[in-house]
Structure formats: structure tokens, C-alpha cells
């Protein structure tokens, strides 16, 4: 499939220079300059509604199922108006807004209007509110932020959260629908309060500067506690050029994308929403997700809406596969005008990579590439990415115009730390986080291991090496890389394997808690309602684990790439607990933290019944 010719696709030069200093340390940088980028992420709004006025630029549905839309001319007079009442309320990052609910038109124009009228605002993860049972990081990050206004496009299904989480001196609008317990202004009213709209937005425009606070973004980590990332209009702005340079089809065709991504992360609302922002294109919200329930309403949309550029988790690829295998008129739609597909978040397992290939070529005769990079929150987020010729899983490519790569020795690995106008200045009133993130030279501790492609040959790139924090000793000394270790495993067990959490520090051998694939294990059981407790106690799963774990043992070269026992986990991972991100990415550490019985399990001297393996 490999050697079958690939879509045409133009994107910008990645090559790289390289110097090996004498502490060891390797510097690498994109041999390109980085071009010029707007003092506001929002003067692309103005330029796009004045150049392309009736241009589609927001897209959801309604409740008949059909788009509602939002043109550019339309966009810019409603985020000035808003934007104009918004300065009205004494707004600052001291007091700045806070969106508690998801993806929608209602939220991108508020969010915009924040953004144009220089008051940084902090969206937040739904789930904080609507799924977690004690509020606990709710509570942390309004402690944190100190909000004078907070929006939900629904207060219904969030009442409890603002009853308990709220000051009730935070003015709450809406979008529609009441509570209640609270008083609400509705965003209709906000967008007619002031009359003299260009008196307020524009002396304030005038004001903001690239170092000025545009948002706040959050990530939990590993400890579990909310860090607020500052992203300033800088952060911004530079990075969506860095995108646009590397996407460069960008400038030839504005892009149309369908996405579900949720705008409280950094690569739905910074990287996805921006770009189609930056570059006068089309976004169609998605309301699906990238589960066995939500996955159909993506699939009504790509039935619909051909994207020019699409972008998914891995679980996201891995859900959209089957639909796009039996639906003919699915795949001519979703690969019709796609120049590429982007993921993130985690590793794309070998299979599903394949099946892309193989459905791309059968609906195109072409292979459409799939391609990766590497970022963070911290890095607005895009930092590293690959070229049509480092189109394979894990690989990364190598760094974004303007952003520096610092690759320092960290026992047998490379420890990967960046620095340019994309990265963060810091956390929101965190000073102690903020020091310890950043080395002497000002480039920030991503936390992630990279390796060369090829030894010594900076033009292959890079492939991602793992997280430094989760690898580990076992008790004979020996290292076990966790992440080339899950991938391996992960691609081993597909399809019937969701995710994996390594454990064996200080013990003897490696052991994995396993989360099983619901629906691919249902079916390998023939028990199609069968719970996740249900699939880890079936003989059949378990036979088939046992027979997965058996071989890939067989394979190992030694102890710190051989597993010797697993468990099936039978209870899905917590939000509350800090295992699972609203992404659906497992946090390792927290997994290990919070199951300490199982992992005992996995080490007993005498091995339960339902610990497979022989070690």
C-alpha cells in the first residue's frame, strides 16, 4: 500500500539544522523563518468578513437537523457588539470569563468577542461540571480564576455545578433556557446593550499588545491539579502561522473542516478553530464523538460535508473505520476534496493506520497521507511536525518555523524541551510551576523523549520516544520505556484492545492493566450488551489475551519489553480520579495511584485466578 501513489499535497519545508554543543545538548531549528503573524488572533476576522463577506465561517446544527450558519460579515458584527458589552462589566484577567459549556456557534462568538476585546477568558472541560460528582476541580479552577462572568449555552444540564460552585455575585449568561436557582442575561441582550458599538471595541482594540493574556487553557497533568496556562495573543497568532506555513495547501484553498475536537483543549481550540480563523475557512461542529455512541452523528456530517482537512484522536480514526468500510458513499464523500489527515493525543495504532491507507486508495486510488506532530498546551500547541515524507506512526517530523528544539541526554533517551513566541510565558498564579517548567535558557520541559529517525540525520525527524515521567525501573535496574512498550502492545492485542497502563517499578517483571475494546470484545464473545465487567470475566476474551500475551512475550528481547501478566480491568477509567481526560486519554500514573489493588494483584507471589499469564 505504501508504494501506491499519494494524493498531491503541498506543505511547507520542515528541513532542519542541527548543532551538538559540548554539554551534550542538541540544538535543532527549521531552516525557514518564520513569517509575519497579526498583533490580535482576531484581526483575521475583520480581513476575512471585509474580502470574503458571505463566506461560511461557523456551522452546527439545528434542532431539525439542517446547519445553522454564521458568515464572516455576519461573525465580525456580532462579535463587536458582544465584544462591545463585554467591556461594559469590568472584565480583566483578574476577573476574567469562563465558558463551562462545549462546542457551539453560541460559544465561538462570546469566546470571539473576548479575544477582540482583549479580556481573557478560560473554557472550560463540560465534564467538570455535567459528569464529575464532587466539583473538585471545578472548584479549583474558579478558585483559581476569580471569573466576573460565566457562560453556558444551557444552563440546565450545569445547574447544580453553578449552584454549589458559583459566587452569586458572577454574572451568568446564557444562550437559551433558565434555572431556577440564578438569574441569567442572555447573550440575544448582549449583543443589543450598547449602541455606540465602535466608541468601546475600538480603543480598546488599540490596546492590546502580543504580551497581552488572550485565554486561559487547563491541564490537569500528572498530579491531577488544574494548571492554567497563560496563552497570550503572541502564543496565538505565531503559532497559527507556523500551522498555516506547514499546512501551505491552507493558502491555496481556504480549508473546510468537520470537527468535534472540544474547544477547552489546545488543539481543538487553539490549533483547529484558529486555523480556519487564520485562513478565511469553513468550520462545521461536530456533534459526535469519538465513541460507539457518538460516532454515528460524525458520520451523518462526513456523509454530508467532504472536509479539505481532517483531524481525530486515534480512537477517534479507530471508531470512524468500520462506518467508512461499509459505506460507499461515506468514503466518496470523506476522501473527496482531503488533501490529509492530521491526529493527536496519542499513538495510532499499525491497524487502523493500514485500514485508512487501504480504504483512501480503494475510494481514490491514492493513498491521502496521514501525518503527526508534537505539542502541547504549553506550546499553543503545534511545536513539531512531520512532511509527506515522515508519514508513518509515531513520527514526528521536526520543529515549527520560529521554535527551537533543545534535545538534552536523560540516561538512554533525548529529553525534549522548545522555546519561541508559541510558548507560554507561565500558569495563572502559579509561580512554583511556572519556575520548575522552564530550564535556564528559557526552553520549556515538555516532559516527552524523542529519537532520531535515523542516527545522526536531522532530515529524517523525529519519532516520539515516550513520556520521560512514566518510564521506569525494574528492581534488577533495568529501564522499561513505558510508551514504545504500550504502542507495541496496543498494536499487538488490536483490535480488541482500547488502552494500557504499564506497571513494575521496583518489581521484577513488567505487568499491564489492560481497558479492552467494548465493542470489538462484544463481538468476539457474541454478547453485543455485555459490560465492560461482563468482557473482562468471558473466557473467550480472556483466552484471546492470554494467547496475545503469550506471543508477544515469545517476541521479547528481555525483561524491559516483556510483559508477563495482565489483568482486564472491569470498571472504566474516572474523570473524577484524574485517569481520563474529556479527550479520552488515560493519565498512567493516576491509573496506577488509584488501583493500587489490582497492580498488587499483578505482583502476587501466589496469582489470582483472574491475573492472566504464567510469570
Sequence with gaps: MTQSPARKLNLGDVSATMDVRGDGAIIVRNACALGDYPTCITDRLDHWATVAPERIWLAERDTSGGWRTVTYAEGATRVRRIAAALLTRGLSADRPIVILSGNSISHALLATAALYAGIPYAPIAPAYSTISTDFAKLRAVISLLTPGLVFVADPRPFERAISEVLAGDVELVVNAGAISSRAATTLAKLEVEVADVAAHVDAARAKITP????????????TGVPKGVINTQRMLTSNVEQITQHFAFFRDEPPVIVDWA????TAGGNHNFNLVLHNGGTFYIDDGKPTPSGIGATVRTLREISPTWY?????????????LRA?????QSFFRRLHMMWYAGAGMARHVWDELDDLSIQTTGERVIILTGLGATETAPFALAADASMSDAGLIGLPARGCDLKLVPAGDKLEARVRGPNITPGYWRQPDLTRA????EGFYRLGDALRFAVPGDVSRGFYFDGRIAEDFKLATGTWVAVGPLRTAFVDHCAPYIQDVVMAGLNREFIAALVFVDVEHCRALARKPAASLADLAADDTVRALFADRL?????NASGSSNRIERLVLVAEAPSIDSAELTDKGSLNQRAVLANRTELVEALFAA??????????
Design 437 to 440: 517548567a522552564f530550564d535556564d
Design 262 to 265: 472540544p474547544w477547552n483543549h
Design 550 to 554: 503469550s506471543s508477544f512475550a515469545a
Design 606 to 615: 501466589i496469582k489470582p485466578t483472574w491475573v492472566i499469564g504464567d510469570g
Design 311 to 323: 483531524f481525530n484522536v486515534p480512537k477517534g480514526f479507530s471508531a470512524l473505520v468500520p462506518h
Design 327 to 331: 459505506d460507499a458513499d461515506l468514503r
Design 211 to 222: 504580551d497581552s493574556i488572550a485565554k486561559f487553557l487547563f491541564t490537569s497533568g500528572s
